[in-house]
């Protein structure tokens, strides 16, 4: 499951970027910094950019919800 998540990672943060209405500058400046690190049971781990690592928590409840829902749906629609 990991590995098809991390092939899969730029279509979410793509397809959470066009379902949510999400700016350019908002995509660019904080989803584009994320990576997975691991897939841990259901559970997916994702990394950020040092840069922008003090502003996990901003990130965690801006776009947290959204990014949990974009997974679900695009893994629902195989």
């Known amino acids: ?15 959470m970027k066009t379902e949510y209405n999400i700016t350019k500058v908002a995509y660019e400046n904080w989803l584009l910094t994320l990576s997975v690190h691991s897939v841990q049971d259901n559970t997916i781990i994702v990394a950020v950019e040092d840069s922008k690592a003090t502003m996990i928590e901003f990130i965690k409840n801006k776009y947290g919800q959204f990014l949990q829902t974009a997974i679900e749906e695009m893994f629902e629609q195989k």
């Not at 499951?1 to 397809?15: S, Y």
Request: charged share 45%.
């Open 1 to 15: 499951m990991e590995k098809l998540i991390k092939e899969k990672w730029n279509d979410i943060l793509e397809f």
